[in-house]
């Protein structure tokens, strides 16, 4: 092991790094990418999954709860994270999951064939062989048709978190205490925000480093931002590297505003500069500024040239989502065109087949619809000249576009578990009640982690599946009596049913 991964593992050992879920690395939404550019995915109900830096395992526990024909391995460099994941894979009773502590760069090469494998927040916090040798991994281990999901940070839209990290890091020079250096690192990054003598745009980088290192937990900051290793790249040099591993770009699961569908205005301009695809990516991060990627990638040669374009996978998928409608400005009254907007987009729609088919999507939520349901709404409102295929080609772009600004979700399945209303024994994952208990973020059926509040931190964990609405109020009066006589009037202000539908709307409850 060479002296920066010592320094790493070492880094890991002393400090945990929180374990979360992370949406953009679930399969799911990994297999949506496969199915955007023409390739079908591994099913994502009865596959197997490699993550490697796992952590403590937070990404995939919930993952192997949820898909229980599914396997999941994970490994990491740091053994006291896996004994920690380990033991809640025994709490939990899990058989599909293996947590292993494994260094990367000695991954035997027999150790078998995965459909998905994720390195979510590894890439750019690793030495530069390891880096390789992930690339290799990934390439010798994928099966024919698997995909393989890398996140690293990237530039242009890091240089700022470059300059703050120096900075932190040439303040903090020799200090060992981890916590002693984030602290370090926040107070310096104050002070040069309240004295520096610089231009606004300096000032306002000053002023989103120091909010960004403040607001994260010192955990997150010591192994993200002040790590051994911290390096950002551009779009294109990680492809370079990726293509002579025999990799190839697929898309991203993570777009947070920051790219838009194929028929997104900025797209197509990009596209009269370059139409091959990895140099409009990269001309896209520098327009926008990126900062990170969560880029999904597949052998070279999976994806059937002539599939580029062919509709049959993405017709496969189904979409759920509930943006908040409103009228355009230019038409008060919302006759012929409508905003949908999500937290990080908005469209203008003013044709009456997509409107028609996203008020669909609304009126079903939680629920899933599939994409030939959507088209059939659209047809209904489209002229009798138009053939099935067109009005569906016309709505692919709609939706795409709705999906790649955050409005709606798509799934290659059902969400068959997600409650869309209290149940009469209501029931959470295990996980979900076993991290409200321990006052963590708890994650929910779309593999999002939520902060909870205590009303609903106490009622989680009793939703097992052997209370009823009475029961579950009668308990949490007791708990939280317990806890303090004064506080039995605070079920009083927020009933159980109150809490429950309070879960249902979080998706914290499955339908059985
Ligand atoms: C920034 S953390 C990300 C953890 C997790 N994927 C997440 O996003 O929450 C990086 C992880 O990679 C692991 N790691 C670093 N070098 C490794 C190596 N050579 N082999 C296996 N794991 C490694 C670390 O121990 C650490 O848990």
Sequence with gaps: MDSLTQKILAEYESVQYPGNAFTQTHPDLIAVVAARAGMAAPPVENCRVLEIGCATGGNLLPMAEQMPQSKFV???????QIRYG?????????TNIELCCQDL?????D?????YIIAHGVYSWVPAEVRERLLEVCQRHLAPNGLAYISFTTFPGSVHNQIARELAMFHSRGVADEEQLVNGGRGILRFMLQNAVASPAYRKMLHEAHEKMTHAAWQYVCHDDLAAVCQPFYFWEFMAKASRAGLEYLGDTESKGMWAGSDDPLRRKVMEVSNDMVEC?????FLVNRVFRASVLCRQGAVPSVAQGDGKFRQALFASGNPTERPSAGDPGGVRSV????I????ELREAPPIAAVRHLKKAWPRSVPFAELVDIALGQSPTFLRRAQVADALWKVLDLCFALGLIDFSTRPRRLIADAPTPLPKATAYARWQAAGGQLVVNLRHVGLPLDDDVRRLLPLCDGSRDHPALAAAL??????DSPASGGRTARRSVDELLNLLVSLHLLLKN
Excluded: C, T, W
């Design 111 to 115: 150790d078998g064939r995965f459909d």
């Design 74 to 80: 994970g490994i990491d460099l740091s053994p006291a």
């Design 344 to 347: 990080i987009g908005k469209v």
């Design 339 to 342: 905003e949908f907007s999500g």
């Design 86 to 94: 380990q033991s809640i894979v025994g709490e939990l009773g899990l």
């Design 477 to 482: 009066q007791q708990e939280n009596s317990a």
């Design 281 to 285: 990516e990269q001309y896209m991060d």
């Design 105 to 109: 760069m000695e991954l035997p090469e």
